[in-house]
Nanobody, 119 residues
């Protein structure tokens, strides 16, 4: 079991920045990767970025490349999402998720944090 808590959302103007944080607890030693997802009203949840826990390998969705940066702190068991040059279309609830196996599904989720970008 892995428990996740996100923080750092809020309201920001277009072009601004926010940093999201996610703290993991529980069976963190078995985590394969942590990811950030988002879900806008009326849309499905989509992956934003992912970091492999063991070696830091990163993946980004095309829509956020060059603007968002995912990073991890192994000691603190935290993952961050630095979001720059925010756009109105980035408005969504952002979720932190954990997958335990390379070919597995994300089985643990945080409660979500709202990010609202005003134009």
């Amino acid at each position: 079991q892995v428990h996740l808590v996100e923080s750092g959302g809020g309201l920001v103007q277009a072009g601004g920045s926010l940093r999201l944080s996610c703290t993991a607890s529980g069976r963190t030693i078995s985590m394969y990767a942590m990811g950030w997802f988002r879900q806008a009203p009326g849309k499905e949840r989509e992956i934003v970025a992912r970091v492999r826990w063991s070696n830091g390998e990163r993946f980004y969705a095309d829509t956020v490349k060059e603007r968002f940066t995912i990073s991890r702190d192994i000691v603190r068991k935290m993952v961050y999402l630095q979001m720059n040059s925010l756009r109105s279309e980035d408005t969504a609830v952002y979720y932190c998720g954990v997958v335990m196996k390379p070919d597995g599904e994300y089985g643990y989720w945080g409660q979500g944090t709202q990010v609202t970008v005003s134009s």
